[in-house]
């Protein structure tokens, strides 16, 4: 029997700069979660970004609940089920476990079963990243696409392939959030890199152990993405979590760190049949092509992992 409680409101800090997690990202659905100071307990976890119903199996902390969007559920079957090594690959390493979906009787709606990626942090950081120059595609109104594309424009997407939509630090017990209405804001390469160096600072200075995990994460998803040609992965985002407790290393001594591509509405498998999906060519300030003539690899991702790797090595190599 499945045991659903919903998700907990995160009280308001003292301090004036640390912000409610409730009130900072709305109208978006996320598997974005932060877990109470113990994660081996049955605590349901807090959502940084997004609004809506996410739901925890209290009897199985390790699994996040969350509402079915249709053309995110397809994407996680048809990921699943790829035979081809290099999307293999992809999903298993750089998605969360999907678990299919289970029904909520007094609800009457189907839920997505997938990893909780914060089991066994004891004070988990945070970060949503955007990734691609792109973000809309034909299954949205026209005007979502405006919105979208203009969104794109106004901030580092278009031009670097990466913004901020959520981060949360957590030290010393205390958490403090990013607003994505101000993550949304930044346009300049500078600024954005000393955001996510905030979030890799710690209380002896920047992680840069972790920074070099992720590193290696990210060039390792790169190399995939710079060969696969079958999905498009639109408005996705990359989810970076590492632990700022030290004491939390692997067997080799190593920081546990994730770095997973989560939020797939709009991802999906590219075929001769929806090329009207991307059809018109689309093109940003950086020459950045990305265009439904023919199946190609998804140049505006990898422009923003590219983006990403820059600026996480200039944080590993500039001074504390």
Same mark, same amino acid.
């Given at each position: ?5 919903? /998700? ?17 990202? #709305? ?6 979660? @932060?877990? #109470? ?18 739901? #925890? ?14 053309? !995110?559920?397809? $994407? ?13 690959? @992809? ?12 029904? /909520? ?9 997938? !990893? ?25 109104? &026209? ?11 106004? #901030? ?15 030290? %010393?017990?205390?958490? /403090?959030?990013?607003?994505?209405? !101000? ?15 905030? $979030?890799?600072?710690?209380? %002896? ?17 790169? &190399? ?51 090329? &009207?999906?991307?059809? !018109? @060519?689309? &093109? %940003? ?15 505006? $991702? ?19």
């Amino acid at each position: 029997t499945i045991i659903l409680k919903p /998700v907990k409101k995160q009280k308001q800090l003292n301090n004036p700069t640390s912000l409610s997690l409730s009130s900072i990202y #709305s109208l978006f659905l996320k598997i974005i979660s @932060i877990m #109470s100071n113990n994660n081996n307990n049955n605590d349901v976890p807090e959502q940084v970004g997004g609004h809506g119903a996410i739901l #925890s199996d209290v009897s199985d902390p390790t699994i996040i609940l969350k509402p079915v969007e249709e053309r !995110e559920l397809k $994407f996680y079957v048809d990921i699943n089920q790829e035979d081809d090594e290099v999307l293999k690959q @992809i999903c298993l390493v750089f998605t969360p476990k999907f678990g299919g979906t289970t029904e /909520v009787n007094d609800k009457g709606k189907s839920l997505i079963k997938m !990893e909780n990626l914060l089991t066994n942090m004891n004070s988990p950081c945070i970060a949503d990243l955007k990734i691609g120059t792109r973000q809309h595609t034909a299954y949205m109104t &026209e005007a979502k696409q405006l919105g979208c594309i203009e969104k794109c424009k106004s #901030s580092t997407t278009a031009s670097l392939g990466v913004r901020i939509v959520g981060m949360n630090r957590k030290l %010393n017990g205390e958490s /403090v959030g990013f607003k994505k209405q !101000e993550a949304v804001k930044i346009s300049e390469l500078q600024v954005l890199q000393d955001k996510i160096q905030w $979030f890799f600072t710690g209380t %002896n200075g920047v992680r840069k152990d972790v920074v070099n995990q992720i590193i290696k994460k990210v060039k390792q998803l790169n &190399e995939l993405m710079s060969v696969q040609k079958t999905y498009r992965f639109y408005s996705s985002s990359l989810l970076i979590v590492y632990d700022s407790d030290e004491s939390n290393v692997d067997d080799n001594n190593v920081p546990v760190t994730h770095a997973k591509m989560i939020d797939f509405a709009h991802s999906f498998k590219l075929t001769e049949e929806n090329l &009207e999906l991307i059809a !018109e @060519i689309h &093109e %940003n300030e950086e020459g950045i092509i990305d265009s439904g003539k023919t199946v190609d690899i998804d140049r505006g $991702f990898i422009h923003g992992l590219n983006s990403l790797t820059t600026m996480l090595e200039n944080i590993v190599n500039s001074e504390d």
